[in-house]
């Protein structure tokens, strides 16, 4: 066992002895490429204002993410034990309409940790926080292009 811990050291050592590793350029460590030294301020940018219904649905990157909430969202929130704006007007029984709140997934009403295939009556709690996984659209540029494909 000794002596083939002692041949991978020496196989090894050549391999990590290599070529000299180039530095990173400061500029080229983050997304803002600016140097680590400056404090720049991030791009502004504004909050989605349309009505729900009012604009048309962002395209879909994939089906199993959670949609951008494609509408303003000041007006439902908070959202507190008692008040769920959200769920007033999404938990409706579908099919969608097109322009009408998408209805709440039949996802939405499964309850993973204790009876994961059968879809319940209730809203399971998991789901009551919409923006814990759904989050409005802005007007932001993205920082990096996507290139995920299915
Ligand atoms: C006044 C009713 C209303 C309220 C309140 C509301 N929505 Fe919507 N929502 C809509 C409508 C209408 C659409 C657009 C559907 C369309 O254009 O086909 C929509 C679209 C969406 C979509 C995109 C669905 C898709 O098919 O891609 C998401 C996600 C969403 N809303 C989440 C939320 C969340 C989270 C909240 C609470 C912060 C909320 N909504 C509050 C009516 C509402
Ligand atoms: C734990 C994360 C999570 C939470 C919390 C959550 N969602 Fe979703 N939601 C998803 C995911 C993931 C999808 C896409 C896959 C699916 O349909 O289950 C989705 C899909 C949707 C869709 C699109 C349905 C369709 O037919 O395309 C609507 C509308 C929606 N959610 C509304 C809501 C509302 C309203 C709330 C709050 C009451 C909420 N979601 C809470 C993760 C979440």
Redesign the pocket.
């Known amino acids: 066992m000794r002596h083939s811990i002692l041949l991978l050291t020496l196989c090894a050592a050549p391999v990590l002895a290599g070529p000299p590793v180039k530095p990173v350029p400061d500029r080229d460590l983050g997304l803002s490429r600016t140097s680590v030294f400056e404090v720049t301020p991030p791009p502004l940018f504004h909050d989605e204002a349309s ?8 395209k ?1 990157i994939n089906k199993e993410y ?6 303003a ?1 000041a ?3 908070p ?1 507190t034990q008692s008040a ?7 938990a409706v029984p579908g099919p ?7 209805p709440i997934p039949a996802s939405h009403y499964v309850d993973l940790r204790r009876v994961p295939v059968v879809k319940g009556e209730a809203l399971v709690g998991a789901r009551y926080v ?2 814990s996984c ?1 989050v ?1 659209r802005t007007d932001a540029p993205p920082l990096v292009a996507s290139t995920f494909r299915r």
Request: neutral net charge.
């Open positions: 009505a729900p219904g009012e604009k048309s649905l962002p879909r959670p949609p951008v909430i494609p509408h969202v007006d439902f929130l959202i769920n704006g959200c769920v007033d007007c999404h969608k309409q097109k322009g009408e709140a998408t919409c923006l759904h409005p």
